[in-house]
């Protein structure tokens, strides 16, 4: 399995940024795909997750009502729309894959993207 992020950029506060996560499989029918993000000096941290069957979602507290995640089938691409952006969330964004897991814990994901930076603005 292979994860290829891209969409971040810089932005200011209050706007807004969509991230892609492109999966290189298209056996996914029982995986978990996750965004997860790491600032500077900071350990990495769960942003959301989704179920590729089910489409159920689910938020870090820091990012609900602001942050949507999103699949696409027929691209197998997993989406994260950041609106209302905060300085406090810079950092670089990680997506992540593994089968049939609801855990928050980076440990517990074995598939992982290359990253993509996202710098908001004050």
């Known amino acids: 399995v292979q994860l290829q992020a891209s969409g971040g950029g810089m932005v200011q506060a209050g706007g807004s940024l969509r991230l892609s996560c492109v999966a290189s499989t298209r056996s996914f029918s029982t995986y978990v795909m996750a965004w997860f993000r790491q600032a500077p000096g900071k350990e990495r941290e769960f942003v959301a997750r989704?179920?590729?069957?089910?489409?159920?979602?689910y938020y870090a507290d820091s990012v609900k009502g602001r942050f949507t995640i999103s699949r696409d089938n027929a691209k197998n691409t997993v989406y994260l729309q950041m609106n209302s952006l905060k300085p406090d969330d810079t950092a670089v964004y990680y997506c992540a894959a593994e089968p049939g897991t609801f855990y928050t814990d980076p440990l517990r994901y074995s598939f992982w993207g290359q990253g993509t930076l996202v710098t908001v603005s004050s």
């Open positions: 989704i179920s590729w069957r089910t489409a159920s979602t």
